[in-house]
């Protein structure tokens, strides 16, 4: 009986594992920051803001960087941490960058 709970919590485990790898927000509105404090960040990268709009439970924002760059930008809306971030350079290709989740 142990051996089969042990393999089925493996199993079990194993298939949760894909849904933490995504790039979804996954916070309370509650503890969401308001979207004055991602223009505030956006002013502190150097950013130029065209939209702020929600996707997948992020904010996203889409603009262009300190350099002139087209960017869209992840942001946990409860730490304001990057999670995605995606530029274009010029040369017609898309960049992507991927910041680490931290969970506070």
Do not use: S
């Not at 996954?26 to 960040?41: C, F, G, I, N, Y």
């Not at 002139?68 to 274009?88: D, H, Q, S």
């Not at 040369?91 to 506070?104: G, L, N």
Request: with cysteine.
């Amino acid at each position: 009986m142990k051996r089969i709970t042990t393999r089925l919590v493996l199993i079990l485990a194993l298939m949760a594992t894909p849904a933490l790898a995504d790039e979804d927000c996954v916070v309370p509105m509650t503890d969401w920051q308001p979207r004055e404090a991602v223009m505030t960040l956006a002013a502190e990268q150097g950013w130029v803001l065209r939209r702020i709009r929600i996707d997948d439970g992020c904010y996203e924002v889409i603009g262009r960087d300190a350099a002139g760059r087209a960017i869209e930008v992840k942001v946990n809306p409860a730490t304001l941490a990057v999670v995605e971030m995606e530029f274009e350079d010029g040369d017609d290709e898309d960049h992507e960058e991927e910041h680490e989740k931290t969970d506070d």
